[in-house]
């Protein structure tokens, strides 16, 4: 061991200067917000000092720092260096450059080596902050190579709790889950189309995901007509899919709508719906039949 | 009076040989064939580490790596004698990565163009990222020529230099329209981009006989192509919106049908008065589980 190891000060949040700030995903922000206040700060933010002055220039942990301020925290964690301002902006675009983006998987086997290090599922969940509803999903997920959904739960696409379902359901059932889930009001209707999308996928070509670098490589190719008509026909495909099924969707449902309205106002009917205690449509489909949701 | 925020690491810092960290994941062998992986080890030998490596201490006295593979790999290739580490309270690794908020290529844009502006020099930015001299150009150019609503609209996605490429070589107007279709349908791929430039009309284009000579494509090709796009991507943004409701409205509706006609009584009733909608609802409720068949088939 050396002497020179940099030290880690308290410095006061308003006396750092942002040289190089950049704007955030709003959601990622508010996360790492809530884990900060839950779990403490992981790591110090770096910051530059000149001699003599009294100001710092930040480094690295522009989200760090903002958090704790969002935290209403007088003083940060930081280490302190000594570099000139130009470098300062070279340190801070490397570290946000040179930065390797973790595939969903990869991140959340971190949660899966825990377990392997034999901490239980509440123990895990205290570690990182997640529910253990949380951990017990994603752990079910990884020790069944649901990789597509795995993404999608840490993407905020699908909730934990219906990716388990997805993954434990039969093919069949699994409309009826997510259709179970919308009525709960667990999830919204463009989730829906989000999380079905996914469904097909794993259900076209399987559990795992493609490697990433293989469509990374396509897309440095030269354009050939071919593989743009094939790119074009495969969108228009995708287009004119949804069309169809979105079109025919919206008249069985109108037909639905129209025939319910019209026997509700039959007074034998309603009496008959009473006394086999089905009085009471669902609620989705009460407010289509009473016009309360207007089509577009 | 607020709370005071937990430190969870020991404030002070040591300075480790790289051999006594254990790592405590396998890299991906793929990894290291990423550029990525490369700029990291190329950015390790110019500038050396900026944030520390994060460790944990362990009961046999060995530190544990938490945050850092990929740099600690980059210390070991070097050969170098000693890296500096924060010593974690916690033996967690995931949260270090979880919560990185991703810098999006607009981001990056400013970032690098504001760099430029308080006088680094092109070169030392080149070297430190270990990319070409062009790359800063291109990067430093890269809205150029793009509308500010699309600016706006793609600022925090992962829309690459080659979007920006593409979009450029449009009209303002069918540039926003492209980059709603991408946002929409939550691509962001250069084939797609690729795809929509391609079938945009020669009256969005900046210059259209350009294009044409480079995709190859013939006039009547291209005209066949422009045609059916439009139509079905107008349908397509009306419908899209209403679709993800109207399909689960419809399998709740198919589920309480189907409870109706269990009832022999309430069967009969529809039989008697209405059969025109007692069929009707036997198709919906049949084609609902239908569809059931062909999602998870499809």
């Given amino acids: ?105 990869e991140l959340m086997r971190a949660i899966g080596a825990l377990r392997e290090r034999g901490y239980s599922h509440q123990e895990i969940a205290a570690k990182v902050d997640f529910s253990v509803e949380y951990v017990y999903a994603i752990c079910y997920l990884l020790e069944n190579g649901e990789e597509k959904l795995i993404s999608a739960v840490d993407r905020g696409v699908i909730p934990h709790s219906i990716a388990m379902e997805i993954a434990r359901a039969k093919d069949g059932e699994v409309q009826q889950a997510l259709a179970l889930a919308y009525e709960e009001k667990s999830i919204r209707g463009n989730q829906v189309l989000a999380i079905r999308q996914i469904i097909e996928r794993r259900n076209n070509s399987g559990k795992g995901l493609r490697e990433r670098g293989s469509r990374s490589r396509s897309g440095g190719r030269l354009v050939t007509s071919e593989s743009l008509i094939r790119a074009y026909q495969k969108e228009t495909e995708r287009q004119k899919l949804l069309v169809k099924r979105a079109t025919l969707a919206r008249s069985r449902l109108s037909f639905v709508s129209t025939a319910l309205r019209r026997l509700l106002a039959d007074d034998h009917f309603v009496a008959l719906l009473r006394a086999e205690g089905l009085q009471t449509l669902p609620r989705p489909l009460a407010e289509r039949v009473n016009g309360r949701v207007q089509w577009s | 009076m607020n709370d005071d925020i937990k430190v969870a690491f020991d404030r002070r810092i040591l300075m480790l040989s790289p051999y006594e960290i254990l790592p405590s994941k396998i890299l991906p062998p793929e990894v290291k064939e990423r550029i990525k992986y490369k700029r990291i080890i190329s950015s390790v030998a110019q500038i050396g580490l900026i944030e520390p490596l994060v460790v944990a201490r362990q009961e046999n006295g060995k530190y544990l790596l938490l945050d850092g593979h990929v740099r600690l790999d980059a210390l070991l290739t070097q050969g170098a004698t000693e890296a500096k580490c924060i010593v974690a309270d916690d033996d967690e690794s995931f949260t270090y990565n979880k919560r990185v908020n991703r810098l999006a290529p607009i981001q990056e844009h400013y970032m690098i163009v504001r760099a430029l502006e308080r006088g680094v020099a092109r070169e030392k930015l080149a070297l430190a990222l270990d990319v070409d001299v062009r790359v800063i150009e291109q990067r430093r150019h890269m809205l150029r020529g793009i509308a500010p609503e699309v600016i706006e609209l793609l600022k925090d996605k992962a829309a690459s230099q080659i979007t920006f490429q593409k979009l450029r070589k449009m009209k303002p107007i069918r540039q926003l329209e492209v980059a709603e279709l991408m946002v929409s349908a939550n691509n962001f791929t250069g084939s797609y981009v690729k795809a929509l430039l391609a079938t945009s009309k020669a009256s969005d284009l900046h210059r259209p006989d350009q294009l044409k000579r480079a995709t ?49 009584e309430i069967e009969k009733f529809l039989f008697d008065r209405h059969p025109e909608f007692l069929d009707n609802f036997r198709s919906i409720i049949v084609a609902a589980s239908l569809d059931h068949q062909s999602a998870a088939a499809a």
């Fill in chain 2, 216 to 264: 190859g494509l013939s006039t009547e090709q291209m005209a066949r192509l422009e045609r059916e796009m439009t139509s079905v991507t107008e349908d397509y943004k009306e419908l899209e919106a209403s679709y993800g409701d109207d399909m689960l409205v419809l399998v709740v509706a198919a589920g309480f049908l189907e409870r109706l006609l269990s009832r022999p």
């Fill in chain 1, 1 to 105: 061991m050396t002497t020179d190891a940099p030290e880690v000060r308290m410095v006061p949040v308003d006396a750092i200067n942002v040289l190089n700030p950049r704007a955030r995903n709003k959601r990622v922000f508010q996360e790492l917000v809530n884990s900060i206040e839950h779990l403490g700060l992981k790591k110090p933010i770096t910051v530059s000092q000149r001699p003599g002055r009294a100001r710092y220039d930040l480094v690295c942990g522009q989200g760090r720092l903002e958090a704790f301020i969002a935290l209403g925290q007088p003083e940060i964690p930081a280490i302190v260096i000594d570099v000139p301002e130009e470098d300062c902006y070279v340190m801070s675009l490397v570290e946000n450059l040179a930065r390797r983006q973790h595939r969903p998987l």
